[in-house]
Nanobody, 130 residues
Framework: QVQLVESGGGLVQPGGSLRLSCVGS????????VGWFRQAPGTEREGVSC????????YYSDSVKGRFIISSNNAERTVYLQMNSLKPEDTAVYYC???????????????????????WGQGIMVTVSS
């Protein structure tokens, strides 16, 4: 069964940090793009960051650039999102998604062009509040 499972969410104070993990099963990360997306109530799903697992190229939306860092460990089939200097507006359900058509993941993150990705995680809540 092909699936992605997120972990590491929770409650953090403004200015704090969290690290999210996305573990894949039923497939190898291989030559994919894996992205992190988020959705707050009443809003569209936003692309936050993505990484091409083949060469490690990474991309970020303007809203998180300089604060978030994406990385991958292909041997462990895991993609991480290190979130620093968190703000209340970062509060959302965070999802990881993956697709072998890497350009569409990148376009979602950079330009907001939504796509029907091949596999999604179930989502995990991140709350930034004092």
């Amino acid at each position: 069964q092909v699936q992605l499972v997120e972990s590491g969410g929770g409650l953090v104070q403004p200015g704090g940090s969290l690290r999210l993990s996305c573990v894949g099963s039923g497939f190898t990360l291989g030559y994919l793009a894996v992205g992190w997306f988020r959705q707050a109530p009443g809003t569209e799903r936003e692309g936050v960051s993505c990484i091409k697992t083949g060469d490690g190229s990474s991309y970020y939306s303007d809203s998180v650039k300089g604060r978030f860092i994406i990385s991958s460990n292909n041997a462990e089939r895991t993609v991480y999102l290190q979130m620093n200097s968190l703000k209340p507006e970062d509060t959302a359900v965070y999802y990881c998604g993956a697709d072998s058509l890497r350009s569409q993941v990148r376009r979602w993150v950079l330009f907001g062009h939504h796509a029907d990705l091949e596999v999604w995680g179930q989502g995990i809540m991140v709350t930034v509040s004092s």
